[in-house]
């Protein structure tokens, strides 16, 4: 396989934004910093600021340059992990308001398209879940009612909504798709003025609560806010007891052209982990976008292999041609399966969302309206549901040690794990994890044949990072910080690069 490049297919065929919006370059005041510009740093800014505020969007990259361009973007408001899961979690009536919610999110996305003139290609489809599994021919029964029961317009499938073989499945109508990156560009630009300014590759450390708030630049510039609103996908508070609650978890994807096309809607199977599949666009039902293939961020021995298993997918069903892109994206998994959106735990004026376990595209969107109601009328609906501070043991608490049970593991064995460098020969373009002199190091050899040695461990919490030799990064175990093969911080939680070793 050729070396993967982790840029989307979305973001390589929209304009470059890094001329559009400079970094900051010296100290301001705002009624409201936010720090991300993706799908819910740009959603908050566009309530807020409709609503009068000053606010200032701060993304260390460009906008639209984290998951929010990596997604497969699809838009449903199907529960991830399913209807009668959600129910049993939350009970029927809440249940029912975050499905609400999330349709009201494919809604806000659509109306927002069309009064900011954003060619987003935005379009209403159904969506099908199916099996290939005769097992789960009941379970998709009980699931179907479950749909039900949320409000959604879910009918059984026939045999003639896919070309292969499946053992039933459930439709459900009005549902979405579109471009995120053409989204989020024209939302950048209806939104950036005196009132509301965008700063790309301004990176932050985590804020500093209080009346006004304080959040420095790397670079050492200050932001002063009434709020402070953290749309960084991870939970960026330095180490936070959040980070005990949402695991990073990869998704691959890949963009195919294919012998059997399909019409043009949103599909996913019940494997485990499940593959989701749309078109590209309109015009052509042999082009798919099809995804799947998860796994906990910097816990494989070879991250290849899940382009692999799509494309052998891919193959199976539709007879693959050509694969066009290959791309991977993180997303964080919470320990019991629903967002985290609202005020942070013990801060007055700082608020965040994550844990969006996939489907960030309407999460994202349903906690920009959240966050942007907490901080102007310090209340919202689902606030409670969804709030940072809750607690549900019965549904959370086994995931919540088994994750974090999983954390401490890679915190002592990767440190076993390393091997001695001596003897070790690296090819170009590649790094690996060694022992030297009793420190562990991460090392990469690039193109040139120039060797980058690297403290490996991971600047957030202190885990020892992994080499991804399909996207050649390093990534975390842990928390799911992710590095460029010369330490440059890329994705996660962390602030800092990963620091040069000095053998000294």
Same mark, same amino acid.
């Given at each position: 396989?050729?070396?993967?490049?982790?840029?989307?297919?979305?973001?390589?065929?929209?304009?470059?934004?890094?001329?559009?919006?400079?970094?900051?370059?010296?100290?301001?005041?705002?009624?409201?910093?936010?720090?991300?510009?993706?799908?819910?740093?740009?959603?908050?800014?566009?309530?807020?600021?409709?609503?009068?505020?000053?606010?200032?969007?701060?993304?260390?990259?460009?906008?639209?340059?984290?998951?929010?361009?990596?997604?497969?973007?699809?838009?449903?408001?199907?529960?991830?992990?399913?209807?009668?899961?959600?129910?049993?979690?939350?009970?029927?009536?809440?249940?029912?308001?975050?499905?609400?919610?999330?349709?009201?999110?494919?809604?806000?996305?659509?109306?927002?398209?069309?009064?900011?003139?954003?060619?987003?290609?935005?379009?209403?489809?159904?969506?099908?879940?199916?099996?290939?599994?005769?097992?789960?021919?009941?379970?998709?029964?009980?699931?179907?009612?479950?749909?039900?029961?949320?409000?959604?317009?879910?009918?059984?499938?026939?045999?003639?909504?896919?070309?292969?073989?499946?053992?039933?499945?459930?439709?459900?109508?009005?549902?979405?798709?579109?471009?995120?990156?053409?989204?989020? !560009? =024209? %939302? &950048?630009? @209806? *939104?950036?003025?005196?009132?509301?300014?965008? +700063?790309?590759?301004? /990176?932050? $450390?985590?804020?500093?609560?209080?009346?006004?708030?304080?959040?420095?630049?790397?670079?050492?510039?200050?932001?002063?806010?009434?709020?402070?609103?953290?749309?960084?996908?991870?939970?960026?508070?330095?180490?936070?007891?959040?980070?005990?609650?949402?695991?990073?978890?990869?998704?691959?994807?890949?963009?195919?052209?294919?012998? !059997? =096309? %399909? &019409?043009? @809607? *949103?599909?996913?199977?019940?494997?485990?982990? +499940?593959?989701?599949? /749309?078109? $590209?666009?309109?015009?052509?039902?042999?082009?798919?976008?099809?995804?799947?293939?998860?796994?906990?961020?910097?816990?494989?021995?070879?991250?290849?292999?899940?382009?692999?298993?799509?494309?052998?997918?891919?193959?199976?069903?539709?007879?693959?041609?050509?694969?066009?892109?290959?791309?991977?994206?993180?997303?964080?998994?919470?320990?019991?399966?629903?967002?985290?959106?609202?005020?942070?735990?013990?801060?007055?004026?700082?608020?965040?969302?994550?844990?969006?376990?996939?489907?960030?595209?309407?999460?994202?969107?349903?906690?920009?309206?959240?966050?942007?109601?907490?901080?102007?009328?310090?209340?919202?609906?689902?606030?409670?549901?969804?709030?940072?501070?809750?607690?549900?043991?019965?549904?959370?608490?086994?995931?919540?040690?088994?994750?974090?049970?999983?954390?401490?593991?890679?915190?002592?064995?990767?440190?076993?794990?390393?091997?001695?460098?001596?003897?070790?020969?690296?090819?170009?373009?590649?790094?690996?994890?060694?022992?030297?002199?009793?420190?562990?190091?991460?090392?990469?050899?690039?193109?040139?044949?120039?060797?980058?040695?690297?403290?490996?461990?991971?600047?957030?919490?202190?885990?020892?990072?992994?080499?991804?030799?399909?996207?050649?990064?390093?990534?975390?175990?842990?928390?799911?910080?992710?590095?460029?093969?010369?330490?440059?911080?890329?994705?996660?939680?962390?602030?800092?690069?990963?620091?040069?070793?000095?053998?000294?």
């Amino acid at each position: 396989m050729d070396t993967l490049s982790p840029t989307s297919f979305w973001s390589v065929s929209t304009p470059d934004t890094t001329d559009d919006y400079p970094p900051l370059s010296s100290d301001i005041e705002v009624d409201v910093a936010i720090v991300g510009a993706g799908i819910t740093g740009l959603t908050t800014a566009c309530h807020l600021k409709n609503a009068g505020k000053r606010v200032a969007v701060l993304d260390a990259g460009s906008v639209a340059a984290g998951t929010s361009s990596g997604t497969s973007a699809h838009l449903d408001a199907v529960p991830e992990h399913g209807a009668s899961a959600l129910i049993e979690s939350v009970g029927l009536e809440a249940a029912q308001a975050i499905t609400r919610g999330r349709m009201d999110a494919i809604a806000q996305i659509e109306a927002w398209s069309q009064a900011f003139s954003i060619d987003s290609e935005f379009k209403r489809v159904t969506a099908f879940s199916y099996s290939e599994t005769p097992e789960d021919r009941e379970a998709l029964v009980v699931e179907l009612q479950g749909l039900r029961n949320l409000g959604l317009d879910a009918a059984a499938m026939v045999s003639e909504e896919l070309p292969f073989p499946f053992y039933g499945g459930c439709r459900i109508a009005q549902q979405a798709r579109f471009r995120p990156v053409k989204y989020l !560009q =024209g %939302l &950048a630009r @209806a *939104l950036h003025d005196e009132r509301c300014t965008i +700063y790309q590759h301004t /990176r932050m $450390l985590p804020p500093e609560d209080g009346t006004p708030c304080r959040i420095q630049t790397v670079a050492g510039h200050t932001v002063h806010a009434q709020a402070v609103v953290l749309a960084t996908h991870s939970a960026f508070l330095g180490v936070s007891h959040l980070d005990t609650r949402i695991a990073p978890y990869q998704s691959y994807v890949i963009t195919a052209a294919v012998e !059997q =096309g %399909l &019409a043009d @809607a *949103l599909y996913w199977d019940a494997a485990a982990p +499940y593959h989701y599949i /749309r078109l $590209l666009n309109e015009h052509d039902s042999r082009i798919l976008v099809v995804g799947g293939a998860d796994h906990k961020t910097g816990q494989s021995d070879d991250e290849r292999v899940h382009f692999t298993e799509l494309e052998q997918f891919v193959d199976r069903h539709f007879g693959l041609r050509e694969v066009l892109f290959r791309w991977s994206a993180q997303f964080f998994e919470s320990s019991d399966h629903l967002p985290f959106i609202g005020r942070v735990p013990t801060r007055r004026h700082i608020y965040i969302g994550t844990g969006y376990s996939g489907v960030g595209l309407t999460y994202g969107t349903l906690a920009g309206k959240m966050i942007s109601e907490l901080i102007l009328h310090e209340a919202t609906p689902l606030g409670d549901v969804l709030s940072p501070s809750r607690i549900r043991l019965r549904e959370s608490a086994g995931n919540y040690l088994r994750e974090n049970f999983n954390v401490a593991s890679h915190f002592v064995k990767d440190r076993l794990a390393a091997q001695s460098a001596e003897g070790q020969l690296l090819e170009k373009g590649t790094g690996s994890i060694v022992k030297e002199d009793g420190k562990v190091l991460a090392i990469y050899r690039d193109e040139a044949g120039k060797l980058h040695e690297l403290e490996a461990t991971c600047t957030h919490a202190g885990c020892i990072v992994q080499w991804n030799d399909a996207e050649k990064t390093w990534d975390c175990p842990c928390h799911g910080g992710r590095f460029s093969p010369e330490g440059v911080r890329l994705y996660g939680p962390p602030v800092h690069d990963l620091k040069p070793f000095t053998d000294e």
